[in-house]
């Protein structure tokens, strides 16, 4: 005597239905696509923050030159050399720099760039004595 499973199909499955292919694509197509934007997002951050590095570094730079002149100005050939790597580092980059006179006390540097994946310019703003 036979005994037949009550769990078992009276036919053989012979592979997946076309809806559960479809599903299980669209499930890994968003996901690579969610994987693929976080991966750019990052790429994005990594580079802002390289630029904002970069942008402090050439603030640092500028006020070690002056605390080495002080208590006479930068000179202009140097000046114009530290706004020419400004221009150079960072894109679009400029910089607006206050350096005190001989009776002032706080020297002011704003470096400005422009992201190219953002609207608005980033911007660094420092005082610093020299």
């Known amino acids: 005597m036979r ?8 036919r053989r499955q012979t592979g997946a ?22 991966q750019s997002r990052a790429s994005m951050d990594l580079r802002a923050m390289h ?9 640092m ?7 080495a002149y002080h208590p006479a100005a930068l000179p202009a050939g140097r000046l114009a050399a530290w706004r020419a790597r400004v221009a150079d580092r960072l894109p679009r980059g400029e910089a607006r720099v ?8 706080i020297a002011s540097v704003t470096v400005t760039w422009h992201d190219p994946d953002q609207g608005e310019p980033a911007t660094l703003q420092t005082r610093f004595q020299p």
């Open 3 to 10: 005994v037949s499973d009550p769990f078992s199909l009276s």
């Open 17 to 38: 239905l076309l809806p559960e292919v479809l599903a299980a694509s669209g499930i890994l197509a968003m996901g690579v696509l969610g994987l693929v934007l976080s």
């Open 51 to 59: 630029e904002r590095l970069e942008a402090r570094f050439l603030v």
């Open 61 to 67: 730079d500028l006020a070690e030159q002056s605390r």
């Open 98 to 105: 206050d350096l005190p006179g001989p009776a002032g006390s």
